[in-house]
DNA sequence: TCGTATGATTGTGT
DNA sequence: ACACAATCATACGA
């Protein structure tokens, strides 16, 4: 009779009773009603009163799982963490532990990740955009372009045949530039994707925030943002090598035109005792040769030099346009016999 | 293909 | 800033 009791007392009651008691004596809530143990006979409805005793039996339930989770087997395991995942309170754990993982450690590098704008990312947008490799596709924005340079500035005909050489070049450029541009785009795509999945997939069992993630994907997109600038970089100097093998104007040399040689000929030889133009006469010449005061600068340099360097050799040219000079005094001086004749 | 002509550039001096 | 001299790189004719 008497012997029952103490026996009975440790029956199937006593692993959870105890279990209860422990993970109260470990969380300090807990302690302050013990009594909450009573209830633990009334698994059955009732559920909705009472919900700060429920709150707290449940989280000493939990903590109670996970520390009976390592004597465990594998299935075992699997099913406790099931059912641990499902739990109406896991996700204010969750959010609990990722406020403790934010303050820790990973957020002190979030301060210094402010991006500022790369000023040499900037600066290479920039020259692409202006060399017509990176924006628009522009087809006739160019042609009007070269069009309007061939009519404007009297450049020979061939000239823009190798422009359109230069264009080509520049759009194989262009090409590249893109399709590797589309196929980092992609694998920075397939890339953050795969890690995105694989972080929601951990937290579901690992404390990771949305917000980490997304971090995570700023560091992936930087990271592939880096390769990028290298990609546009490579392209500067593919532009610029191939500018300076078509545009450089001394590659590029085209002789003026005859009307243009016999009128700085006229001149030099009419000024032959001081070869040298005035700033309006450079200008004058400029205009009715249809080339710049620069090359007109040149031309005189050049055969100042080149007729002091070799009188005999010009001396038929300088007679024939000494020739054409002394007619067009005659003439001149026939409309008009008063004007005394002074060449130079 | 080669030699010469020629326009442009560079370095130097004033 | 300009002139000169040397040089470059292409154009062109034989």
Known sequence: MLQQQPIAGNGPMSGRGLGLNAAAGMHPMNSVHPTSQHRSDGESGLEGSENGHESRRDIGDILQQIMTITDQSLDEAQAKKHALNCHRMKPALFSVLCEIKEKTGLSMRNAQEEEPPDP??????NMLLAEGVAGPEKGGGA??????????????????????DYKTKLSQIRTIYHTELEKYEQACNEFTTHVMNLLREQSRTRPVSPREIERMVGIIHRKFSAIQTQLKQSTCEAVMILRSRFLDARRKRRNFSKQATEGLNEYFYSHLSNPYPS???KEELAKSCGITISQVSNWFGNKRI???KNIGKFQEEANIYAMKTAIGA??????????PNSTD
């Open 306 to 308: 080149r007729y002091k």
């Open 279 to 281: 700033e309006e006469a």
């Open 120 to 125: 040499q990312l900037i600066r290479l947008d």
């Open 330 to 339: 005659t003439q001149q001086s026939e409309d008009s016999p008063h004007t």
């Open 143 to 164: 042609a009007a372009a070269v069009s309007a340079a061939t009519s404007s500035g009297g450049m020979s005909p061939d000239s823009s045949l190798e422009h359109s």
